[in-house]
C-alpha cells in the first residue's frame, strides 16, 4: 500500500493512478481527529489493526481522484527524529576522500561505524516537485540519494533478527550535503552541513513494508539534468538496517514516525542553480526536485 501526504495536509492511498482519501476515512472511524498529522496516522496503521482495515476497505471501494491533480507533499512533516547512516557504501567512502579528504573507514567494525550516525532536523523536510535552495555561503553541496525506512511501533533493544518487524515502510531521502565550507576534512561538522532549510527531500510516499519484505534488494538510479549519474543496489550496503535498528535501539527508544535514512551509494554529484533531479527506487516510485541557488 502506498501511504501519501497531499493538498491541504490530507493523508491518501495512491492506487491505479488515483488518490483515496485515506484521512477522511479514519477520522469516521475515530482513529485520528480532525488535524491529524502523518506521524498519527503512521501510528495508528502500524499499531491498530482496525485502522489498517479502513485504508484497505477506503483503497478497494473508496472513489479517488486522479494522481496527476493533487500536489504530493512530504509524506511526513513532523518525524520525532531523522536518523541517518553516514559512509554506508564502500565505494561511496573512496569517492569521499577525494572530495572532502574522508577519514579512511575500511578497519571500523559495523558498530564503530554505526556510532557516526547524526540527526537531520525536521525543518529541513520538502516534498515532491520540491525546491532545494542553495546558501549563499555554499560553495559546493552535493546531492545524496538513499533508501529510507519509516518505524511503525516503539522499537527499544530489539534484535537484528526481530528488526524488520518495527518498520512500518518505506520512502526515498535526498540528503543535500555542503561540502565546502566546513566539510573538508570534518565529520563533527554534518548536522549543519546537511540541515539547511531544504536539505531533506522525502517522497513521494511511503510503501508498506508487506510490499517491500527485502529493503537490502532494491534497484535505484538518479537523472541530473536528464543525465544519469548514480546507479545502485541497496544490497551494496556495509550496515543494513537489522544492523540499524538494533544498534539505534540498544541505545534509545525509537517512535512511531522515526526516519532511518541508509546512507548515499557512490555517484554523488556537485548541484547548480537550474538543475533537476529524478530519483527512481525500484517498488516504491519517483521523486524529483528542482535546485535554485539563494539570491
Excluded at 492511498?13 to 498519527?40: F, P, S
Excluded at 476497505?57 to 520525532?80: D, R, S, W, Y
Aim: net charge neutral; glycine share 8%; proline share 5%.
Amino acid at each position: 500500500m502506498k501511504i501519501c501526504h497531499y493538498n491541504d495536509n490530507r493523508a491518501g492511498i495512491v492506487a491505479r493512478d488515483n488518490v483515496y482519501a485515506l484521512g477522511d476515512a479514519l477520522v469516521r472511524a475515530g482513529h485520528v481527529k480532525d488535524g491529524y498529522t502523518m506521524r498519527e496516522v503512521i501510528d495508528v496503521l502500524a499499531n491498530r489493526p482496525g485502522a489498517m482495515a479502513v485504508a484497505r476497505k477506503v483503497e478497494q471501494t473508496g472513489k479517488g481522484m486522479p494522481l496527476a491533480t493533487v500536489k504530493l507533499l512530504a509524506p511526513i512533516t513532523n518525524p520525532p527524529t531523522i536518523w541517518c547512516a553516514a559512509a554506508n557504501y564502500k565505494a561511496h567512502q573512496e569517492e569521499m576522500k577525494g572530495r572532502v579528504q574522508s577519514v579512511d573507514r575500511s578497519d571500523l567494525t559495523k558498530d564503530d561505524l554505526m556510532a557516526e550516525f547524526f540527526i537531520k532536523p525536521v525543518s529541513s523536510i520538502i516534498g515532491p516537485n520540491g525546491t532545494v535552495v542553495l546558501p549563499k555561503v555554499s560553495k559546493h553541496v552535493d546531492f545524496e540519494c538513499e533508501v529510507c525506512a519509516v518505524i511503525g511501533k516503539t522499537t527499544h533493544k530489539v534484535s537484528e533478527a526481530d528488526a524488520l518487524n518495527y518498520v512500518f515502510g518505506y520512502t526515498i531521502l535526498w540528503d543535500f550535503s555542503q561540502r565546502d565550507p566546513w566539510g573538508i576534512g570534518k565529520q563533527n561538522t554534518r548536522n549543519i552541513r546537511k540541515g539547511f532549510d531544504t536539505f531533506t527531500g522525502l517522497g513521494p510516499w511511503i510503501v508498506t513494508a508487506d510490499e517491500i519484505p527485502n529493503p537490502h534488494d532494491l534497484k535505484f538510479q538518479v537523472e541530473q539534468n536528464g543525465k544519469m549519474v548514480m546507479t545502485a543496489w541497496s544490497g551494496d550496503m556495509i550496515c543494513n538496517l537489522h544492523d540499524h535498528i538494533r544498534f539505534l535501539s540498544e541505545c534509545l527508544t525509537l517512535s512511531p514516525g522515526t526516519l532511518i535514512t541508509t546512507g548515499t551509494p557512490a555517484g554523488v554529484q556537485r548541484l547548480a542553480h537550474g538543475d533537476k533531479l529524478k530519483g527512481t527506487m525500484e517498488k516504491i516510485g519517483e521523486m524529483s526536485v528542482n535546485v535554485v541557488a539563494e539570491r
